[in-house]
């Protein structure tokens, strides 16, 4: 199998601030932690940063590297670096906004950037230390998440989906309302997470994933909960498994672990419904705590080479923002269409729209 099995955690990759909203972590809980950190100033990387240090701390998704990425960069740099992961973008959030410190370089989601910023926890990036900067496609150059790349380095992205066994079903299916469809039911499985299930339907319905209209939500739970006795669970991470298995005919997925999937089974195939989807990445920051900054900008470069950025996508299954390594990857994941692009969302900071969006999930589920 040509990739590492990103799928198989729990909480799944996607959880917590797809919505950027702090009131997922409950309210009390939010407001403690907001309160812990943002009072430093921040950290001006903007100059010289001196000689290179010897060290380097990483805080990253876990299994979302090649198997060389570190090893080529510490022996190429004489660095040693040190590797401490999550599983989530809230266990992420959680440490940074209690104020830890001592890492270098964290890997958030887009959905996450407004927090982060907004709280100081990341510093403008030194582009005088970049000097492959421009190998990233224009769709990611000037991403809406970070305009102008200015605190962050584009590592890999993807959309959400619906993946299916070419071998089980007489043609792909084009639509999400065909989770509203009982010819499958009992063979279909939805991802265990609020954005992607309600923005689907929001999608179904044609309005946006990221609306709070009272009335547009009770549509999409309303649909969400006429979908739920066809589906054999809500799940992300065993999902993969048992479709390659043929257990699991159809799966809303994200596009990396569908790959994943299709590379060990080619009976499974990946759309993105015609009514329009997700469309998310992940990226790398400079911590403004960073004690490690000239390190940091020099892994930031080393992972902009095409060769080490096609490896990465490789691995890990997930699209590279960086176009030079399209050519190069084995598994090359093409961009967005302007056509496909209108039907792409990013999804958003929610605002106060959060609490009314975990509400209906909470109802959802509990049905």
Not at 82 to 100: H, I, M, Q, R, V
Not at 108 to 115: C, R, V, Y
Not at 289 to 302: E, G, S
Request: hydrophobic share 45%; net charge negative.
């Amino acid at each position: 199998m040509p990739f590492f099995a990103r799928s198989d955690r729990n909480p799944s990759r996607r959880d917590f601030l797809q919505g950027v909203g702090a009131a997922a972590l409950g309210s009390s809980a939010a407001a403690a932690l907001l309160g812990a950190c943002g009072k430093a100033p921040l950290r001006d990387f903007s100059g010289d940063l001196g000689p290179m240090e010897k060290r380097l701390n990483l805080y990253l998704w876990s299994d979302y590297l090649a198997p060389d990425t570190i090893s080529g960069f510490e022996a190429e740099h004489g660095v040693a670096v040190t590797l401490d992961t999550y599983e989530s973008n809230e266990e992420l959030a959680a440490k940074l906004l209690a104020g830890a410190t001592g890492y270098d370089l964290a890997l958030p989601s887009s959905s996450l950037f407004p927090l982060l910023r907004g709280r100081n926890l990341i510093a403008p990036l030194n582009r005088n230390y970049l000097s492959n900067i421009g190998n990233l496609a224009p769709l990611f150059a000037d991403p809406v998440w970070d305009p102008g790349t200015e605190y962050s380095v584009p590592w890999g992205w993807g959309t959400t989906g619906i993946a299916y066994r070419k071998d089980r079903l007489p043609s792909a299916p084009d639509s999400w309302g065909v989770f509203l469809d009982p010819t499958y039911r009992g063979k279909m499985t939805m991802l265990d997470d609020a954005r992607d299930v309600i923005g689907c339907f929001l999608r179904y319905r044609g309005h946006s994933i990221n609306s709070v209209d009272p009335a547009q939500l009770a549509e999409a739970k309303q649909d969400a909960l006429a979908a739920k006795p066809n589906l054999r669970a809500y799940a992300s991470a065993p999902v993969k498994p048992q479709l390659i298995a043929g257990d699991i005919w159809l799966a809303q997925m994200w596009s990396g672990d569908a790959a994943q999937a299709m590379a060990e089974q080619p009976e499974i195939g990946f759309v993105v419904p015609k009514e329009g989807s997700m469309i998310f990445a992940d990226a790398l920051v400079v911590l403004r705590t960073a004690p490690n900054p000239r390190a940091a900008h020099a892994f930031l470069d080393y992972v902009l080479r095409p060769e080490v950025a096609a490896a990465v996508a490789d691995a890990t299954g997930y699209g590279t923002p960086n176009q030079a390594a399209q050519s190069l990857a084995r598994y090359p994941r093409p961009y967005p269409s302007p056509a496909e692009l209108e039907r792409l969302e990013y999804q958003r900071d929610l605002g106060a729209g959060v609490e009314l969006w975990d509400r209906i999930w909470t109802e959802i589920k509990a049905a």
